[in-house]
């Protein structure tokens, strides 16, 4: 027989002798309860400790059990809650129901019935847990794409990668945000002699100090509020494989000394803990902050960059490699136009062109946000120029670039307009509009003096007065 998981249940009632008479009965079938006798007191708690399951009184003073439910929707707590109430309430508990709550129970509560249903919400909500955390994975496979590019400066970071990947040699990945260093990461590891072992990302960014120590090294049951239970921290996880460490730069000094220990003796050591543990993981860190400038702040130690910086990678912006631009795009485009069947959705040349004159300040990230978007949003079979964004197309509105293409303008007309949005979109340099448009400087000053002499010919009033 397998061990039961320990679960943590929070009982709420106004009646301090039925908190004390539903823990004991709880706890006698081996799981841990915790009672107050208020909402307030309740959601103070769901805010600092971990809770399972939640058994409430509907009908309290202050807060009752519907401005509970109320109140951990607003703040996402995700946690069960059954409704105890008296047989004249049954109406409230139905909206209860509606609202929120997983089911609910008359008083008296019979306490035979209240452990099927505790079994039974327990079971439900640990199979919901770990479908979600499935699906989560599934999505992040399904989005580990491969590096896309062909540009000398890409092909350049993909020859690091492969000499790189075959070493148990830390590694260092910059870059902006959006420019796909957990890309260069997955890349590294499958390339390596772990790929069979897992790989385990840590967004460091993505916790508060205390929380990130215990999600990388885990904790020992007792170690704070609410730890019930030994943990497993994500370093263990990783044993065999690859700790991949996102926006380490966003690490406390503690935490930046424990992970010194981890890299140079391979041993660490639980949050709460005594016991050394030893690990084998290959660490890859990332980081778009500038860890030179943090070290003279005094907030990143220098030897742990020396140790974490054995081996560096370098991802250009995306406005560097603007030969990948087009290339990125349509691949992004096939994805979503087969996640959202919409298989027969085609791209305009124009598109194309406009994508790769944008400067792009979120990188490939951006990019595929807006291939997503338009494909969601596009019913009428084409990618056009309308479907951009007024940043990128350089139109004032959706018809602009349309009406000068619609057969009744002049050539002239035409690359008139063309050289006067250019300008606009460069506020006004010369010399980068010349490159846009892919002519000289000389021709661009030749174009703007003839356009300037059209515009005199065209005032009568200007030619009066000459």
């Known amino acids: 027989m397998g061990v039961r998981p320990e679960y943590n249940i929070l009982v709420v009632d106004d009646d301090q002798n039925t908190v004390d008479a539903l823990c004991r009965a709880l706890e006698l079938e081996s799981y841990k309860a915790r009672g107050v006798t208020s909402a307030d007191q309740a959601i103070n708690m769901l805010k600092h400790c971990r809770c399972d399951l939640i058994i409430s009184d509907l009908l309290m003073p202050g807060l009752d059990g519907m401005a509970l439910l109320d109140e951990m929707k607003r703040l996402r707590i995700e946690t069960p809650v059954i409704i105890c109430t008296g047989f004249g309430s049954i109406p409230s508990a139905v909206e209860a129901i509606n609202r929120g709550a997983v089911d609910y129970l008359t008083k008296p509560v019979n306490l035979d019935q209240l452990m099927l249903v505790v079994k039974r919400t327990l079971q439900t909500s640990t199979l919901e847990k770990e479908n979600r955390r499935l699906k989560e994975e599934l999505r992040r496979s399904e989005g580990s794409r491969e590096i896309i590019?062909?540009?000398?400066?890409?092909?350049?970071?993909?020859?690091?990668?492969?000499?790189?990947?075959p070493t148990d040699a830390t590694v260092l990945v910059r870059g902006e945000s959006g420019t796909g260093k957990e890309l260069a990461a997955r890349a590294i590891h499958r390339l390596s002699h772990r790929s069979e072992g897992p790989l385990v990302t840590v967004n460091c960014a993505?916790?508060?100090?205390?929380?990130?120590?215990?999600?990388?090294?885990?904790?020992?049951?007792?170690?704070?509020?609410?730890?019930?239970?030994?943990?497993?921290?994500?370093?263990?996880?990783?044993?065999?494989g690859t700790l991949f460490l996102d926006e380490i730069g966003d690490l406390s000094m503690s935490a930046q000394s424990k992970l010194l220990r981890l890299m140079q003796e391979r041993t660490f050591e639980r949050v709460g803990g005594n016991t050394s543990h030893s690990v084998d993981v290959r660490v890859i860190g990332a980081t778009h902050r500038n860890l030179e400038q943090l070290i003279e702040n005094g907030l990143f130690r220098e030897d742990l960059y020396y140790r974490i910086n054995v081996l560096q990678i370098n991802?250009?912006?995306?406005?560097?490699?603007?030969?990948?631009?087009?290339?990125?795009?349509?691949?992004?485009?096939?994805?979503?136009?087969l996640k959202y069947n919409k298989q027969?959705?085609?791209t305009e040349r124009e598109v194309l062109r406009l994508i790769e004159r944008y400067d792009w300040p979120g990188n490939v990230r951006q990019l595929r946000n807006l291939a997503e978007s338009i494909v969601i949003m596009n019913?009428?079979?084409r990618?056009?120029?309308?479907?951009?964004?007024?940043?990128?197309?350089?139109?004032?509105?959706?018809?602009d670039c349309r009406s000068l293409l619609d057969g009744t303008h002049s050539l002239a007309e035409i690359e008139r307009a063309a050289i006067q949005k250019t300008l606009e979109y460069v506020g006004g340099n010369k010399s980068r509009a010349a490159i846009i448009l892919g002519i000289g400087l000389k021709t661009l000053y030749r174009r703007l003096n003839e356009e300037e002499s059209a515009d005199e010919d065209d005032n009568p009033a200007d030619a009066l007065s000459d």
């Open 344 to 346: 027969h959705l085609e």
């Open 206 to 240: 993505a916790f508060t100090d205390t929380l990130l120590e215990s999600e990388l090294f885990g904790h020992e049951k007792g170690a704070f509020t609410g730890a019930y239970k030994l943990s497993k921290g994500r370093v263990e996880m990783a044993d065999g």
């Open 315 to 337: 991802l250009p912006p995306l406005k560097e490699r603007t030969e990948d631009i087009s290339l990125l795009f349509q691949e992004f485009i096939s994805e979503f136009k």
């Open 149 to 165: 590019g062909r540009s000398r400066v890409m092909e350049d970071v993909m020859a690091r990668i492969a000499a790189v990947a």
């Open 379 to 381: 019913n009428n079979g």
């Open 383 to 399: 990618i056009s120029p309308a479907d951009l964004p007024e940043s990128i197309s350089g139109c004032n509105n959706t018809n």
